[in-house]
């Protein structure tokens, strides 16, 4: 468990840093929205996309730590996460970054970059028992770690593609 709680308290760190990175990406390429509206429109997509998803993977955190304070249940992630549509809710928020981040990227050769940010995501979507992998008999606060870290790849991605829109906007 204190491992797990190392992991998370980092994970949410830089969650917070990545947050902060790409609302003031976001804020630059809002703010010259009339000169470059087709690169603010890929910017939308992803930052929205990105922010939704975000606040679900909180919710979800949420949910788990009011039905398991301790954190160490093991059932709590199972009956949430597998048991239930939130899994597959997740994976449709998940996918959502995945294409959006992809379809927004202008320069390709970024790509590598992308996908190394967003394996993860990129595997469990052709992975039928990634729910199992993931979340089966897992304690509550190894789940919330695991989805602080479904954000923190979110927001890497978020952070290329943000970043690659705004290098294209700059004269």
């Known amino acids: 468990m204190d491992a797990f709680k190392t992991v998370d308290s980092s994970l949410r760190k830089t969650t917070d840093y990545l947050n902060n990175t790409i609302d003031g990406l976001y804020l630059y390429i809002d703010s010259n929205r009339n000169t470059h509206l087709m690169y603010a429109l890929y910017a939308d997509s992803i930052y929205i996309t990105t922010k939704n998803t975000c606040n679900y993977l909180e919710s979800l955190k949420d949910i788990l730590k009011s039905k398991d304070e301790s954190g160490e249940n093991i059932d709590t992630a199972t009956n949430m996460l597998i048991k239930s549509e939130k ?9 959502a970054v995945y294409k959006y981040a992809h379809s927004s990227l202008i320069d390709k050769s970024k790509k590598g970059e992308l996908d190394s940010a967003l394996a993860t995501i990129g595997d469990i979507q052709v992975d039928k028992n990634w729910k199992r992998k993931y979340f089966e008999m897992t304690p509550t606060f190894a789940a919330m770690t695991i989805l602080s870290s479904f954000q923190n790849d979110c927001m890497n991605a978020a952070t290329i593609t943000l970043r690659d829109i705004k290098e294209h906007m700059t004269p």
Do not use: F, I, R
Not at 87 to 95: A, C, E, F, K, P
């Open 87 to 95: 899994g597959d809710t997740l994976l449709q928020n998940l996918y």
